[in-house]
């Protein structure tokens, strides 16, 4: 790549993150319906043209936005706990880090769940993010299990939906709906109700070795 190309592929990454960031804005505070792309190009100060040059239409650009809350909210799973620890502590780490996640991009999971319900196209692109998070929890329970640590009934899938669930309808509540209760509150009582509703062994001590908290990212499941 030469100087000038690689100078133009930077100018262009830029004004697509550019496009991204105010795309983001403009949806969180009109609502996917109201938005527009005249919004997106005048808070982002650039013609009508160059949206087109990185995004066919609105729904492309939100489709997008659907892609960076999935890389937000599986870094927040997946970031690894350091030192001794025991099992309740990965387990309450892994929940504060994607509480934390949560938090960051609410009005944006509440748009594109809203958003989800009538649309195909972004439903399918959400239902790949829950696929990807459902996937990181299936692997984490089943190590768990394998190591003797956990005990629960089911299948693993079925209990991952429902831990997952619990997990995310509490921080809608918390974050999204702005129910009145402290972050502490809420860590404690996820992490104490998980441990529980799964059966799991919260005061055995992690070694490197068992890998409970430092799996890699399932591969994402693609839907047609």
Do not use: C
Not at 86 to 97: F, M, N, W
């Amino acid at each position: 790549m030469t100087p000038r190309s690689q100078l133009n592929a930077e100018r262009s990454g830029a004004t697509r993150a550019l496009l991204l960031r105010r795309a983001r804005t403009v949806f969180e505070q009109r609502g996917y319906g109201a938005a527009s792309v005249a919004d997106i190009v005048t808070a982002a100060g650039v013609a009508r043209g160059t949206f087109y040059v990185h995004f066919k239409s609105k729904r492309e650009i939100f489709i997008a936005l659907v892609g960076m809350v999935e890389e937000e909210l599986v870094a927040g799973q997946m970031r690894p706990l350091s030192g001794s620890r025991t099992v309740a502590d990965a387990v309450r780490h892994g929940i504060e880090q994607y509480l934390r996640a949560y938090r960051t991009s609410a009005r944006m999971i509440s748009l594109i769940e809203d958003t989800a319900t009538s649309d195909r196209a972004v439903r399918t692109a959400w239902l790949a993010t829950r696929d990807t998070l459902l996937a990181n929890t299936i692997h984490a329970l089943d190590r768990l299990k394998e190591l003797g640590l956990a005990d629960f009934d089911g299948s693993t899938r079925v209990v991952a939906l429902a831990l997952g669930a619990m997990v995310e309808r509490m921080a809608a509540l918390r974050y999204a709906l702005g129910y009145r209760f402290s972050d502490e509150e809420l860590l404690t009582t996820l992490t104490t109700a998980y441990l529980g509703a799964a059966r799991i062994d919260g005061g055995h001590r992690l070694l490197p070795r068992d890998g409970v908290d430092r799996a890699e990212p399932r591969a994402r499941t693609r839907r047609r």
